[in-house]
């Protein structure tokens, strides 16, 4: 097995691990290197720690689910604002039913300044504005709907007693989804802003 297959194949031993459990701390490198079928050392020389190695598996995990998204059929009916927003609930989605793999991943993110996330809405934004915006322009926008979204799902709770809105609910949630992509978009295209009266907290 040369270098390239071994790293793979522990990513994918970790990612065959964390779909049997979402407990960070009780995930072991020596459960993983078992799993894999190389020695624990070749997790440190190729990840440096666990949790560099969980951080890839999981981004990866996320990686798939939004590709899987954007490839999948029922997506080429919908305009590229209403697939920006379904992709993004689609995210909350994946993050409920893996909480806390999703909370590590997003605390590492937002600690270590990791930007690769928002890079995966560029090709929608480009569809949503064309020409009329360059790249670092799209980058920006990106940032400012994933990084609220990151911010909240850390703790809905807290945004609970914050906004009122409970992103336990999916209808509250994709409510707030809706409000934050169409201010932030209508804003962006001079449009002014978006209200959407349908969304309370009832």
Do not use: W
């Not at 209808?171 to 978006?194: A, H, P, V, W």
Request: hydrophobic content about 40%; charged content about 25%; glycine content about 6%.
């Amino acid at each position: 097995m040369n270098e390239q297959d071994a790293r793979q194949s522990i990513i994918d031993a970790a990612k065959a691990i964390l779909d049997e459990e979402d407990d960070i701390e009780k995930i072991t490198v020596r459960q993983i290197a078992k799993r894999a079928g190389v020695g624990t050392g070749l997790i440190n020389y190729h990840f440096k720690s666990k949790d560099n190695l969980l951080s890839i598996a999981v981004g990866d995990v996320m990686s798939k689910t939004i590709s899987g998204f954007l490839q999948g059929n029922l997506q080429h009916d919908l305009d590229p604002v209403s697939k920006l927003k379904a992709l993004m609930k689609e995210l909350y989605i994946v993050a409920g039913d893996k909480e806390k793999l999703i909370r590590f991943l997003l605390t590492r993110e937002i600690m270590e300044g990791n930007m690769q996330t928002p890079l995966y809405l560029i090709p929608l934004l480009r569809d949503i504005f064309g020409t009329s915006k360059n790249d670092m322009q799209l980058r920006i926008i990106a940032l400012q709907i994933l990084s609220p979204i990151q911010v909240t799902a850390l703790n809905c709770s807290a945004f609970l007693m914050y906004s009122g809105i409970n992103l336990n609910d999916r209808d509250q949630r994709s409510c707030f989804i809706d409000m934050l992509i169409d201010n932030l978009l209508y804003k962006t295209m001079g449009k002014g802003e978006k209200t959407n009266e349908n969304c309370n907290n009832d």
